[in-house]
């Protein structure tokens, strides 16, 4: 079975820290994927990784970056942390070898910031 | 550009009610469909997927059939369990070459069953 974890389940911060939040896959994927999730909004991408150092980003990149330098491991970067970053963020992998455009999530890590 | 439109929540159904959600979407070209669950304090999990027009996706009692004349892929059950409730999402998958194939999803619907 896919694994995907995230180094924390919650998680609380201060306005203006810098954040990190790390997701580790353990099925040689290589797509990664970061979303938050708020009530009445779904899903929403943040950036995602084809490839070790390779990144794009999705439909809501302001105020966060990401780094891949490993292909398991893709961290989630926030500069300088808002209180309307407050949010569930959402970790997910691919592989187009092996299940196709199917994503496989992480447990999320609920963010709270002061 | 692509989007998921489904059903408000939340639904509350009794135990071995039918259930339906609705699921529309856009999409430019041909798209792989998708429902996922997400049981409460957890992440999302894959629940089925069709990846081309007709094809049925069917997982612990739940189908859903993608229909490309009307453009939905309405997710069923036919007698609901309490431990179906849950927030059941659809997205939509375009492949795409040379990058990752990006899931656009829907605002959920939460689902709530009750004895």
């Known amino acids: 079975d896919v694994k995907v974890t995230q180094s924390s389940r919650y998680l609380v911060k201060r306005t203006g820290e810098k954040v990190f939040l790390e997701c580790v896959q353990d099925?040689?994927?290589?797509?990664m994927f970061w979303y938050r999730q708020d009530p009445g909004l779904g899903l929403r991408l943040i950036y995602f990784s084809y490839d070790v150092k390779m990144k794009e980003k999705g439909d809501i990149p302001e105020g966060y970056s990401v780094s891949r330098e490993k292909k398991e491991r893709f961290s989630l970067i926030l500069e300088s942390a808002s209180t309307n970053q407050t949010s569930m963020y959402l970790c997910?992998?691919?592989?187009?070898?092996?299940?196709?455009?199917?994503?496989?999530f992480g447990p999320g890590t609920r963010l709270l910031v002061l | 550009g692509n989007s998921v439109t489904q059903m408000e929540g939340p639904v509350t159904l009794s135990e071995e009610a039918f259930l339906t959600i609705n699921c529309t979407y856009t999409?430019?070209?041909?798209?792989?469909l998708f429902w996922y669950v997400q049981y409460p304090g957890e992440g999302l999990q894959l629940l089925l997927k069709a990846t081309k027009a007709d094809d049925k996706g069917s997982n612990k009692g739940f189908e859903a059939t993608y229909r490309k004349e009307t453009t939905s892929f309405h997710l069923e059950k036919g007698s609901v369990q309490v431990s179906d409730s849950a927030v059941y999402f659809c997205a939509l998958s375009e492949l795409r070459t040379g990058t990752a194939s990006k899931l656009t999803f829907g605002t959920g619907t939460r689902l709530q069953v009750t004895l």
């Open positions: 099925m040689d994927h290589e797509n």
């Open positions: 997910a992998s691919s592989s187009p070898l092996t299940g196709g455009e199917t994503q496989y």
């Open positions: 999409a430019t070209g041909y798209p792989s």
